[in-house]
């Protein structure tokens, strides 16, 4: 079975959040199950090297205002076809914002070119090369389906999910310059209160849609998480379904992770200490043994709930407790974190940027990491934290419901507890989970043991790839 991956992010090559994540490590996992899967992403600067070393098999004198060729290469075990469209792609800045932090003027071009190409090679393949199916992420590869379904192919696709806030919405005039029929500007299509929706698309013309989490599935389609799309997900609430996400054991490990100071199993849980000392003194913090040190890797945004850590800095600094800090983001919630850390010198340390091998130190040094979403569809880090024995404190939402088990008076005695989970998603529910977690760090042995449950925790690909898998036979009708 072949089936070609489009997406706009794919670690460990280019990386803003887990989506790269899931990108990366998806493909290893499905080729096991006798899926063979490619994946196409834009050959954005990074990428320029690799890209370098590929085949072209498919070329275009002009796509959207310049030529543009696909390379097909191997790397990290992935295989990839990467756009090279130097109007659209070879620019110094982010991959979705320009330096000014806004996004790229001509991001509609940029990803409808992407879809637009993926379609194609869908239809007609690339030098021998034909996928069976399509399977769309975000909103970037949103037209994918709407091309397949404007030019008749037969090809089925799947879109995940990954999250609705990003819905890649437009103006209307932009549709004709990127071949869009007028006939797809419908409310049952991509039409989205007067502008046009990538991921609307995807939703109207995919065969199936993932998201990735059972509990963000049914969320989906409630007014206080589907942003507007929830009715049109009810519609197709048959072909919807949540598939959780899991994470690259091999990178993800603790035992041979080159990020620590100390490598560590579940049986020589007493080496996690060197990191922890290495996080402490990174962050600028005073050493203490008797409160638990959490830490946050995140971007800063509305929707992690940062601003609700904030407001409870007093209680868990009141606790003895030490806070590090790893994100960017929103200039507020900077700002907001580097003042904290100079209030609660010693205490809170932040680090504004993004730090991929410092995020692994500090799996491997904290004690616990909090995540205090509003929503959210999966969360990596809670289960990277699993992983390491660093209890994962989170909101009762998407996929933070569905990996941990919270540390409630039941599931203590049921000696299955990996966590703490607060709800509703205000400050002072975060601030009573602080004080439970203190309370539960307290007691050695509670904690110790929720430490070995947590990193025995499945959260590698298996179950996950396997559902992935059955999708596309029951598209292909295949067994
Ligand atoms: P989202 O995709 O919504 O940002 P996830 O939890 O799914 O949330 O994935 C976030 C990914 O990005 C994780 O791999 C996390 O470790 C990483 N990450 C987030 N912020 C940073 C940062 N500042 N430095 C390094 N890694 C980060
Ligand atoms: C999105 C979501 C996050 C999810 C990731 C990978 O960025 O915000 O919850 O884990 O995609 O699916």
């Not at 091309?147 to 008749?152: A, D, I, K, M, V």
């Not at 379904?241 to 993800?252: A, F, H, K, Q, T």
């Not at 994100?327 to 010693?346: I, T």
């Not at 929720?450 to 499945?458: L, T």
């Amino acid at each position: 079975m072949k089936v070609l991956y489009v997406a706009s992010e794919c670690a460990p090559f280019i990386k803003t959040g887990g989506l790269a994540d899931v990108i990366g490590a998806v493909p290893k996992a499905l080729a096991g199950l006798g899926v063979e899967a490619r994946v196409m992403l834009p050959a954005y600067p990074a990428l320029a090297g690799i890209a370098a070393k590929g085949k072209v098999v498919w070329e275009a004198e002009a796509l959207l205002g310049g030529p543009a060729k696909l390379r097909a290469c191997t790397a990290e075990g992935i295989e990839l076809m990467l756009l090279e469209a130097p109007h659209l792609f070879d620019r110094a800045g982010g991959i979705y914002l320009d330096a000014t932090g806004q996004d790229w003027i001509d991001n509609a071009q940029r990803f409808g070119a992407l879809s637009q190409v993926a379609a194609r090679v869908a239809m007609e393949g690339a030098t021998g090369w034909k996928p069976d199916l399509v399977h769309a992420h975000d909103w970037q590869a949103g037209l994918v389906p709407a091309y397949l379904r404007q030019w008749g192919a037969e090809v089925p696709s799947v879109l995940t999910i990954h999250n609705i806030a990003f819905q890649g919405l437009f103006d209307p005039t932009l549709m004709a310059p990127l071949n869009l029929s007028p006939a797809l500007y419908t409310s049952e299509g991509m039409e989205y209160f007067w502008r046009f929706g990538f991921l609307k698309a995807g939703i109207a013309y995919s065969n199936k849609i993932t998201t990735v989490s059972p509990t963000y599935a049914r969320e989906l389609m409630l007014p206080e998480f589907g942003m507007g799309l929830e009715g049109m997900l009810r519609a197709r609430a048959g072909d919807l379904s949540g598939i959780l996400n899991g994470i690259d054991l091999d990178i993800w490990n603790p035992e041979t992770d080159p990020a620590l100071v100390e490598p560590y199993t579940v049986r020589k849980l007493k080496a996690k200490t060197a990191n922890r000392t290495e996080v402490m003194s990174r962050f600028g913090l005073t050493p203490t043994d008797d409160a638990p040190l959490f830490c946050v890797i995140s971007r800063l945004t509305t929707q992690k709930g940062l601003d609700l850590l904030l407001e409870a800095l007093p209680v868990l600094v009141g606790r003895g407790a030490r806070l590090a800090v790893l994100g960017s983001g929103d200039k507020a919630l900077e700002a907001g974190f580097v003042a904290a850390a100079h209030r609660y010198n010693g205490t809170v340390g932040v680090i504004i940027g993004y730090d991929e091998p410092l995020s692994h130190l500090m799996q491997g040094g904290s004690d616990a990491i909090l995540i205090p979403s509003r929503f959210e569809p999966c969360g990596l880090t809670q289960l990277y934290g699993l992983r390491y024995g660093t209890l994962p404190v989170v909101a009762r939402t998407g996929g933070l419901a569905d990996t941990v088990i919270d540390a409630n008076e039941a599931a203590l005695a049921a000696d299955c507890a990996t966590g703490v989970q607060f709800a509703p998603v205000t400050t002072a529910a975060l601030e009573q989970a602080i004080a439970r977690t203190c309370d539960l760090f307290a007691q050695p042995k509670v904690w110790a043991g929720m430490m070995r449950r947590a990193m025995k925790h499945p959260v590698g690909w298996d179950t996950s790839a396997l559902a992935y898998r059955d999708i596309y036979a029951d598209l292909l009708e295949q067994d």
